[in-house]
C-alpha cells in the first residue's frame, strides 16, 4: 500500500539523497533508509468534492518552506562580518585581548562598511535598489516598516552586538521570494562580482586576514603576519571553508563561492599588501608606537628567532649592535604611518630573519669556504677544551638543523598533498543541481570509507596545540643536539677593548638595490648564484616564516646598503669617476 501512495513522490531525502519513501500513520513521508520524517504528507483524492479533481494536503509549515526555501535575505557584507567574528573568536581564543574583537577590529570594519558606502550613510543610487530588484515588490527593503534595515541592523552598538552575526544580524529576517536569482544565494552576491570597486577597496576572504593582522598590529599583540598565516593553514583560524559556519538560513550557492570559497593557501605579500592599503583606505591616524618593549621590536623578534633556529645567545648581541647601527629599532621607522608613500613598509619577522641572516654573514662569511675552516678549528679546540663552553661549530650545527628541517618540511609537504580542499558541507551552484550535488557527495563518502577499510589508512590525528615554535630545542639533551649555550670566541677577536669578528672580508648579495616599485623587488635573487650555506640559512628562515626565500634576500639586501652605505657610496664615486 505504501509503495502505492509514494510512487508519484520522487524528490531526494534531504539527509542520505536517497529516494525510498514510506508513509507514517500521520500521512507524512518518511525515508526508510534512515528514517527521516518529512513535512510532506501524501497527497489525498476526494472524489466527493468535485470530478476529476484532487485536493492536495500539504502543511502550513511546507507552503512557507517551499516558497522561502528555508533561507533568508542577507548581503555579502554581513558574509564577510560573520567570517571576522569566527576569526577573531579563534584569536582570542588563542589568548589575544578580547579587546580585538569588541573594540578594534569592529571599529575598523564599521568605518570600512561607511567609507565604501555599505552601511553608515545613504543608500547609494543604483547599486541597492538594483540589487533588490531581483525581488518582487514586496520584499523591497522599504515596503515592509516592520523589517529592520540592513543599516539599522549594522548599526548596533556595542553592548548590543559587536560583529553578532546570528540569525538576528547576519541577515533580515524576511525570507527571499520565489524569484530571487537561483545564482546565488545573497541578495547582492551578482551585482557584487559585476561593479567595479577598485576605489572602494572591494571586500575578498584574503582581506579578512588583513583586518585581523591590522587589529593585532593596532594593539601591538605578540603575534606576527607569518604567524597569523600559520595558525589559518594549521586550521587555528577560520579561513579555509569557513562558510561551512554560516547558519543554515543563510544560503550559499552560485556566485557566493566565487567569493566565499578558497582554494588555495593565504599568501603573504597579498595579505600585507592589502592591510596597508586598507590602513590608507579608512584614513587611520598613525598606529601605537612600537618601541624596544614591544615584541614586534627587532631585538625581540631577533632573541626569538635565534632560540628557533638553534643558534648561540650571543649572537643576540651582534643583532642588537647590527639593529642599533643602522636605525632599524627607531620608533619612526617601526611604527605603522598609513598614507606615508615616503617610509617604507616594515615587515617585522622578515626584517628580523633578515638581521640574523647579516650577523651569520659578518661572522662566517658563508661563502662555502671560509664557514667550514672555523669549524675545523672549533672542533680542534673542543677536542682540548676543559673549561667553559663549547665553541660553536657550524658544520656540526649545520648537520643537525638540516637533519631536523628536512624531517619537517617532509611532515608539511605531506599534510598540504592529503589536505581536502572539499568541504564536508555540499556546494551547488542551482537549486536544481542540488539533488545530483547531494547524490554524488554521498557516493563520495561511501567510497572514501570503503578504501579506507581496505587500504587499513589510520584516520587523521587531531590537529596539535597551537604553538610559536615550530622547532625546539632543549638545553638538557645529552647528544650536543642544541647549541644555545656554545660560545663564539672561536670567530671573535679583541681589538681596542671591543669583540670584532676574526673574518675582515663581506661580500654583498648586490651592488645595485631594484627600483622595488617597478621590479617589485629589491634584489633579484636566483639559488644557483649564491653559496649553498647562505641559500641554507635563507631556506631555514624561509620555513619559519613560510614565506619564498626571495623576500628575506630583499632585506638582507637593504641591511646590506644601510650598513655599508659610506664605503658603497666611494666605490660607486669612484667607478663614475674611472668611466670619465
Given at each position: 500500500m505504501?509503495?502505492?501512495?509514494?510512487?508519484?513522490f520522487?524528490?531526494?531525502?534531504a539527509?542520505?539523497?536517497?529516494?525510498?519513501w514510506?508513509l507514517?500513520?500521520g500521512?507524512r513521508?518518511?525515508?526508510r533508509s534512515?528514517?527521516n520524517?518529512t513535512e510532506?504528507?501524501?497527497?489525498?483524492?476526494?472524489?466527493d468534492?468535485?470530478t476529476?479533481?484532487?485536493?492536495?494536503t500539504i502543511s502550513k509549515?511546507l507552503r512557507?518552506?517551499?516558497?522561502n526555501d528555508?533561507?533568508?535575505?542577507?548581503?555579502?557584507?554581513?558574509?564577510f562580518?560573520?567570517?571576522?567574528?569566527?576569526q577573531a573568536?579563534a584569536?582570542?581564543?588563542?589568548?589575544?585581548?578580547?579587546?580585538?574583537?569588541?573594540e578594534?577590529?569592529?571599529?575598523f570594519?564599521?568605518?570600512?562598511?561607511?567609507?565604501s558606502k555599505?552601511?553608515?550613510?545613504?543608500r547609494p543610487a543604483?547599486?541597492t535598489?538594483k540589487?533588490?530588484s531581483?525581488?518582487?515588490s514586496?520584499?523591497?527593503?522599504?515596503?515592509?516598516?516592520e523589517?529592520?534595515?540592513l543599516?539599522?541592523?549594522?548599526s548596533l552598538?556595542e553592548s548590543?552586538?559587536?560583529?553578532?552575526?546570528d540569525c538576528?544580524?547576519?541577515?533580515?529576517?524576511?525570507?527571499v521570494?520565489?524569484s530571487?536569482s537561483?545564482?546565488?544565494g545573497?541578495?547582492?552576491?551578482?551585482?557584487?562580482?559585476m561593479?567595479?570597486?577598485?576605489e572602494?577597496?572591494?571586500?575578498?576572504?584574503?582581506m579578512t586576514l588583513?583586518?585581523?593582522y591590522?587589529?593585532?598590529?593596532w594593539l601591538r599583540?605578540?603575534?606576527?603576519?607569518?604567524e597569523?598565516l600559520?595558525f589559518?593553514v594549521e586550521?587555528?583560524?577560520?579561513?579555509l571553508?569557513?562558510?561551512?559556519?554560516?547558519?543554515?538560513?543563510?544560503?550559499?550557492?552560485?556566485l557566493?563561492?566565487?567569493?566565499?570559497?578558497v582554494?588555495s593557501?593565504?599568501?603573504?605579500?597579498e595579505?600585507f599588501?592589502?592591510m596597508?592599503?586598507l590602513a590608507a583606505f579608512l584614513?587611520?591616524p598613525?598606529?601605537?608606537?612600537i618601541?624596544?618593549?614591544?615584541f614586534?621590536?627587532?631585538d625581540?623578534?631577533?632573541?626569538?628567532y635565534?632560540m628557533?633556529?638553534n643558534l648561540?645567545?650571543?649572537?643576540h648581541n651582534?643583532?642588537?649592535r647590527v639593529?642599533?647601527?643602522i636605525?632599524i629599532?627607531?620608533v619612526d621607522?617601526?611604527?605603522?604611518m598609513?598614507?606615508n608613500?615616503s617610509t617604507?613598509?616594515?615587515?617585522?619577522?622578515?626584517?628580523?630573519?633578515?638581521?640574523i641572516?647579516?650577523?651569520l654573514k659578518?661572522?662566517?662569511?658563508?661563502?662555502?669556504?671560509?664557514?667550514?675552516l672555523?669549524s675545523?678549528?672549533?672542533?680542534?679546540?673542543?677536542k682540548?677544551n676543559?673549561?667553559g663552553?663549547?665553541?660553536?661549530e657550524?658544520?656540526k650545527w649545520?648537520?643537525?638543523?638540516?637533519?631536523s628541517?628536512?624531517v619537517?618540511q617532509?611532515?608539511?609537504d605531506?599534510?598540504?598533498?592529503?589536505?581536502?580542499?572539499?568541504?564536508?558541507k555540499?556546494?551547488f551552484?542551482?537549486?536544481?543541481?542540488?539533488?545530483?550535488v547531494l547524490?554524488?557527495r554521498?557516493?563520495?563518502?561511501n567510497?572514501q570509507?570503503q578504501f579506507g577499510?581496505?587500504?587499513?589508512?589510520?584516520?587523521?590525528?587531531?590537529?596539535?596545540?597551537p604553538?610559536s615554535f615550530q622547532l625546539?630545542?632543549?638545553e638538557?639533551n645529552?647528544?650536543?643536539?642544541c647549541?644555545?649555550?656554545?660560545?663564539l670566541k672561536g670567530?671573535?677577536?679583541?681589538?681596542c677593548?671591543?669583540?670584532?669578528a676574526m673574518?675582515p672580508d663581506?661580500?654583498l648579495?648586490?651592488?645595485k638595490?631594484c627600483?622595488?616599485k617597478?621590479?617589485?623587488?629589491l634584489?633579484h635573487y636566483?639559488?644557483v648564484?649564491?653559496p649553498?650555506?647562505?641559500?641554507f640559512?635563507l631556506g631555514l628562515?624561509?620555513f619559519?616564516l613560510?614565506i619564498q626565500?626571495s623576500?628575506?634576500?630583499?632585506?638582507?639586501?637593504?641591511?646590506?646598503?644601510k650598513l655599508?652605505?659610506?664605503k658603497l657610496?666611494?666605490?660607486l664615486?669612484?667607478?663614475?669617476?674611472?668611466r670619465?
Amino acid at each position: 500500500m505504501d509503495e502505492e501512495d509514494t510512487r508519484d513522490f520522487n524528490e531526494r531525502c534531504a539527509q542520505c539523497s536517497e529516494v525510498n519513501w514510506g508513509l507514517t500513520d500521520g500521512g507524512r513521508f518518511y525515508c526508510r533508509s534512515c528514517h527521516n520524517v518529512t513535512e510532506r504528507t501524501r497527497e489525498v483524492v476526494n472524489t466527493d468534492f468535485i470530478t476529476n479533481s484532487r485536493v492536495q494536503t500539504i502543511s502550513k509549515s511546507l507552503r512557507k518552506q517551499e516558497k522561502n526555501d528555508g533561507g533568508c535575505e542577507w548581503y555579502i557584507c554581513e558574509g564577510f562580518q560573520l567570517v571576522l567574528k569566527k576569526q577573531a573568536e579563534a584569536l582570542e581564543a588563542l589568548g589575544v585581548c578580547p579587546q580585538m574583537k569588541d573594540e578594534i577590529l569592529c571599529n575598523f570594519w564599521r568605518c570600512y562598511l561607511q567609507k565604501s558606502k555599505q552601511a553608515y550613510c545613504k543608500r547609494p543610487a543604483g547599486e541597492t535598489v538594483k540589487a533588490l530588484s531581483v525581488c518582487e515588490s514586496s520584499t523591497d527593503v522599504d515596503s515592509d516598516p516592520e523589517r529592520p534595515s540592513l543599516l539599522h541592523l549594522l548599526s548596533l552598538s556595542e553592548s548590543e552586538g559587536d560583529l553578532q552575526t546570528d540569525c538576528s544580524f547576519a541577515s533580515s529576517v524576511t525570507k527571499v521570494s520565489e524569484s530571487t536569482s537561483v545564482y546565488s544565494g545573497s541578495v547582492d552576491g551578482s551585482l557584487y562580482l559585476m561593479k567595479n570597486q577598485k576605489e572602494k577597496l572591494r571586500m575578498t576572504m584574503p582581506m579578512t586576514l588583513s583586518f585581523c593582522y591590522m587589529a593585532l598590529l593596532w594593539l601591538r599583540e605578540p603575534i606576527t603576519l607569518s604567524e597569523l598565516l600559520r595558525f589559518v593553514v594549521e586550521g587555528h583560524i577560520p579561513y579555509l571553508n569557513v562558510f561551512q559556519h554560516f547558519p543554515e538560513k543563510m544560503k550559499l550557492c552560485g556566485l557566493d563561492l566565487r567569493i566565499f570559497c578558497v582554494e588555495s593557501w593565504p599568501v603573504y605579500e597579498e595579505v600585507f599588501n592589502k592591510m596597508h592599503e586598507l590602513a590608507a583606505f579608512l584614513d587611520l591616524p598613525r598606529f601605537p608606537d612600537i618601541t624596544d618593549s614591544c615584541f614586534l621590536h627587532p631585538d625581540m623578534l631577533c632573541m626569538k628567532y635565534l632560540m628557533e633556529a638553534n643558534l648561540p645567545d650571543e649572537l643576540h648581541n651582534w643583532t642588537c649592535r647590527v639593529v642599533k647601527k643602522i636605525g632599524i629599532g627607531e620608533v619612526d621607522f617601526l611604527t605603522l604611518m598609513p598614507g606615508n608613500k615616503s617610509t617604507r613598509k616594515v615587515k617585522y619577522d622578515v626584517l628580523a630573519a633578515a638581521v640574523i641572516v647579516v650577523v651569520l654573514k659578518l661572522l662566517f662569511l658563508l661563502d662555502d669556504h671560509y664557514e667550514w675552516l672555523l669549524s675545523e678549528f672549533a672542533e680542534e679546540r673542543n677536542k682540548n677544551n676543559t673549561e667553559g663552553g663549547p665553541y660553536f661549530e657550524f658544520k656540526k650545527w649545520y648537520e643537525v638543523v638540516k637533519q631536523s628541517l628536512d624531517v619537517e618540511q617532509k611532515k608539511l609537504d605531506e599534510e598540504r598533498a592529503k589536505y581536502l580542499w572539499r568541504c564536508e558541507k555540499p556546494l551547488f551552484y542551482s537549486v536544481k543541481n542540488k539533488p545530483k550535488v547531494l547524490k554524488r557527495r554521498q557516493m563520495v563518502v561511501n567510497l572514501q570509507n570503503q578504501f579506507g577499510k581496505l587500504s587499513g589508512s589510520v584516520r587523521r590525528a587531531e590537529k596539535p596545540n597551537p604553538s610559536s615554535f615550530q622547532l625546539n630545542w632543549s638545553e638538557e639533551n645529552t647528544d650536543g643536539s642544541c647549541f644555545h649555550g656554545h660560545s663564539l670566541k672561536g670567530v671573535l677577536q679583541e681589538k681596542c677593548g671591543l669583540l670584532t669578528a676574526m673574518n675582515p672580508d663581506y661580500w654583498l648579495c648586490t651592488v645595485k638595490l631594484c627600483n622595488e616599485k617597478l621590479c617589485g623587488h629589491l634584489a633579484h635573487y636566483r639559488e644557483v648564484e649564491f653559496p649553498q650555506s647562505y641559500h641554507f640559512v635563507l631556506g631555514l628562515f624561509a620555513f619559519l616564516l613560510r614565506i619564498q626565500p626571495s623576500y628575506i634576500h630583499d632585506e638582507v639586501c637593504m641591511i646590506e646598503h644601510k650598513l655599508f652605505n659610506k664605503k658603497l657610496y666611494k666605490k660607486l664615486k669612484y667607478n663614475r669617476v674611472l668611466r670619465k
